[in-house]
C-alpha cells in the first residue's frame, strides 16, 4: 500500500496543508519576499483553486508545493504537509520519489514539458517507473489514457515525437501524462494559458472528468476565473505574495469580502455585462515585493484604505462559514488569526 495508512481520503485532515509559508528569493538587488503567512488546505477529492494578477505569488506556491524552487528560493518559515508528512523537512531523494508518484505536475507550456528528442511512447512508458508491470503492459497504459484524452487513433500516433502535435494535442499529452501515475495531488500551472478559448473550455472539462474518475485532488493556478468557477470546489486569491481571501467558489464569486477580490471579479470580462470597448483595470500597480513590508499590502490601491491599514497588516477574518478574509473593516468580532 503506497498511501501513509495515517492519512486517508476518510481522514479529517487535508491532504495537503500549507501552514504560515515565507519563501524569499535572493537577488542581487536585496531579499524578495515572494510569499508571505502563506496557509492553504488542498482536502482530499477537492479541486483547490489559486488566482491573482501575474507576480502574486500562484506559481511559486505550487513550485514550492512540488519542491521545484531555483537555488535563490529560501524557504524562511512554515511548513508544507502532505500525506501527513512535512515535505520541507524530508530528505532530497525522499521528497523527489514522490514526484510522478503521489504528486504530479502540469506546466503551463507544453512543448517545454515534453522531451523534444524522445518520442511520446518512450516519455509515457519512463514517467510509470513507479508502476509494476512490463513495458508492454505500461504502453497499453499509455494507450488507454492517451484514448481517455481525446487523442485519435493513439496506436498510431503514440511513436511521434511532440513537435508533430498540436498545442491543444500537446497540453492534452502533458495531461495524460501526468494522471497516468494516478498521483494523490495534481498541481496544475496555469495549464489553459497557453491555449485559444475553446481548447481552454474542452481542457478545463477533461480536467474535472479525470479528476472525479480518478479521485485525486487538484491544486489549480489560473488568473482565468471562469475557468476556476467552472473547475474548482475551493478558491484562494492571492495578492503580492500573500493569501488575502479563500474560501468555497460560491461564496467567494457571489459574496467577495476582499477589496481585491472585489476588485478582481469586477475586471473579470466574463462578468461585464454591458457593451464596453475599455475593459476595467484595478488602478495602480502589484507593489515591489523588495524588503520588510509593513500594514496591509493591498493599501496602496484599496480605495477603502484607513491610517490603520498602513500601520498594521490585517490578521484573518471569518466571513462565512467557510470563507475567510484578510481586511481591518470585517470587524474584530470576526479575527480569526493575527
Ligand atoms: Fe483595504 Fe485596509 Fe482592507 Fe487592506 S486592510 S484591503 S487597505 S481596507
Known amino acids: 500500500m503506497r498511501r501513509d495508512d ?5 481522514s479529517a485532515l487535508p491532504l495537503l496543508e500549507i501552514r504560515r ?3 524569499d528569493f535572493g537577488t542581487p538587488r536585496g531579499r524578495v519576499h515572494a510569499l508571505r503567512n502563506v496557509s492553504l488546505d488542498v482536502p482530499f477529492g477537492q479541486v483547490v483553486g489559486i488566482v491573482g494578477e501575474s507576480g502574486s505569488g500562484k506559481s511559486t506556491l505550487a513550485y514550492a508545493a512540488m519542491g521545484l524552487l531555483p537555488e535563490n528560493a529560501d524557504v524562511t518559515a512554515g511548513s508544507i504537509v502532505f500525506e501527513g508528512k512535512d515535505l520541507l523537512k524530508m530528505s532530497a531523494p525522499a521528497r523527489r520519489s514522490l514526484l510522478g508518484d503521489r504528486l504530479s505536475m502540469i506546466f503551463q507550456d507544453p512543448m517545454t514539458a515534453l522531451n523534444p528528442v524522445r518520442n511520446i511512447e518512450s516519455q ?8 509494476q508491470g512490463s513495458r508492454s503492459e505500461k504502453r497499453a497504459r499509455a494507450l488507454e489514457m492517451l484514448h481517455r484524452v481525446g487523442i485519435p487513433d493513439p496506436q498510431s500516433r503514440i511513436g511521434g515525437y511532440p513537435h508533430h502535435f498540436s498545442g491543444g494535442m500537446r497540453q492534452r499529452i502533458c495531461i495524460a501524462m501526468a494522471l497516468l501515475v494516478r498521483p494523490a495531488l495534481l498541481i496544475a500551472d496555469e495549464p489553459t494559458t497557453a491555449l485559444d478559448a475553446t481548447l481552454e473550455v474542452q481542457i478545463i472539462r477533461l480536467l474535472k472528468d479525470l479528476q472525479k474518475e480518478i479521485g485525486c485532488s487538484i491544486l489549480f493556478v489560473s ?4 475557468a ?18 479563500q474560501g468555497a467558489v460560491r461564496d467567494i464569486f457571489h459574496k467577495p469580502a476582499h477589496p ?6 469586477e475586471c473579470d470580462p466574463g462578468r461585464i455585462r454591458k457593451k464596453t470597448r475599455t475593459l476595467p483595470t484595478i488602478p495602480g500597480e502589484v ?5 520588510n513590508k509593513i500594514g496591509c499590502i493591498f493599501r496602496t490601491r484599496c480605495q477603502h484604505a484607513i491610517s490603520r491599514c498602513v500601520q498594521e497588516n490585517p490578521g484573518e477574518y471569518r466571513v462565512g462559514v467557510d470563507q475567510v478574509a484578510r481586511c481591518h473593516l470585517l470587524g474584530e468580532e470576526r479575527l480569526v488569526s493575527a
Open 287 to 291: 507593489p515591489s515585493l523588495l524588503g
Open 21 to 23: 509559508l515565507c519563501l
Open 6 to 10: 495515517s492519512i486517508s481520503p476518510t
Open 124 to 131: 509515457m512508458i519512463d514517467i510509470q517507473h513507479h508502476e
Open 223 to 226: 488568473h482565468h476565473l471562469g
Open 260 to 265: 481585491y477580490t472585489r476588485a478582481l471579479l
Open 228 to 245: 476556476v468557477a467552472e473547475l474548482c470546489d475551493r478558491v484562494a486569491v492571492m495578492y503580492a505574495g500573500e493569501v488575502v481571501e
